[in-house]
């Protein structure tokens, strides 16, 4: 008889256990993955500014000397990311490939201009900079015009802005939740025990005594439930860089670094501060209030 009811307390708290771990690896693993698009909006979204153009057409009489040196003027300047000089040939080649049809034989001519695409860095990539930028290329007397799709430039800005703003209010929210998720589960885990608790004050435990071994016992599940996590979003991180390597997700390893150190640092944390808290409640009451 008191075999099997060693057996099922054993079965109990092993369960007890493992819903910890489980609910600690669940919310951890959800929030390294919110952790990972938190600390790679800024790349993905320098990726997308980077893609656009400003094209700058030069006139017909246009020299290959002044070619030449606006080439130079615009790879020293701090906001190109890359130029790229396109000749009337080559564009009109492309823009017979986008529509299917040679263009330069139906109209006996290439209407075409010379051009050069300058992509610029992302930093740059504002209505008021690139308005600037343009306008200083358009100054040179050998430009016939210098051509970006405006709207697109707004756009892109402010979509980044109000992304960049909703993850970190769906970061700071979704964290409060995981918090509270962990909290309750090492709280269902210490309410068995409460007994336990009450039973070591009463015979002159001290609480920071009572409270040692429940703490480093949490402890130890906050780590092994960060460590499940920290696996299944490695395997993620391997399926994304593997899939889709324009994340770029290996370009700068102490991002990854970053997350995996807080996701695991985390897990201790929080099972530190609900464990602390949830002994000292039991330790604050009153032994008929155990009952309730």
Known sequence: MANSFENYQRRKLISSYFSVVLSIALVLFLLGILGLLVLNTKKLADRSKEQITISVFLKENTKEIEVEQLQKTLAMSEYTKSSTYVSKE???????????????????????????????????????????????????????????????????????????????????????IAVLLINSSIRLSIYSKRFIIKTMQMVGATKTFIRRPFIWQNIKLGMIGAAIALLAIAGVVYYLNTNFQDFGLFDEPYILIILFVSVFLLGILISFISTYFATQRFLNLRTDELYY
């Not at 823009?95 to 930093?123: M, Q, T």
């Not at 200083?136 to 430009?143: D, G, I, P, R, Y």
């Not at 800005?157 to 979704?174: M, N, P, Y």
């Open 90 to 176: 080559e564009a009109a080649k492309q823009h017979s490939e986008d529509i299917g049809e040679d263009f330069v034989d139906y109209l006996g001519y290439n209407p075409l201009k010379n051009s050069i695409d300058v992509k610029l860095k992302a930093d740059f990539v504002t209505a008021e900079k690139v308005e600037e930028i343009a306008a200083t290329l358009a100054e040179k007397s050998f430009v016939d015009e210098v051509s970006y799709d405006r709207v697109l430039v707004s756009m892109v800005a402010k979509s980044v802005e109000q992304i960049g703003f909703w993850i970190l209010v769906a970061s700071a929210i979704f964290t409060f």
